[in-house]
């Protein structure tokens, strides 16, 4: 069956670097826009960054253009959301999605990310 297993989340002081990690398997990954989602407690679940199935488009939302980059590695089947300049309001559990053409698509069980002094 699919699965989609993101790791690398940890607490990081303001300011800090993470590296987001999300392996997939069970699909065939390179059919597959890759997207980053985060929700904060009491908030809606929030698109992050977005990444085509090739790698040659990417999106962000505002409030982290500059500071995160998404991409991915077709050959291992994993995206990655590299995320610098750490702020507190960054603290969320951080979602990968996957999606096809056909509008299906699969979640993983998210990674808390706490940015805290």
């Known amino acids: 069956q699919v699965q989609l297993v993101e790791s690398g989340g940890g607490l990081v002081q303001p300011g800090g670097s993470l590296r987001l990690s999300c392996a997939a398997s069970?699909?065939?990954?390179?059919?597959?826009?890759m997207s980053w989602y985060r929700q904060a407690p009491g908030k809606e679940r929030e698109l992050v960054a977005s990444?085509?199935?090739?790698?040659?488009?990417?999106s962000y939302v505002d409030s982290v253009k500059g500071r995160f980059t998404i991409s991915r590695d077709n050959a291992k089947n994993t995206v990655y959301l590299q995320m610098t300049s750490l702020k507190p309001e960054d603290t969320a559990v951080y979602y990968c999605?996957?999606?096809?053409?056909?509008?299906?698509?699969?979640w993983g069980q998210g990674t808390q990310v706490t940015v805290s002094s």
């Open positions: 999605k996957a999606i096809n053409y056909r509008r299906v698509d699969y």
């Open positions: 069970g699909l065939t990954f390179s059919m597959y826009a």
């Open positions: 990444i085509s199935s090739a790698g040659g488009s990417t």
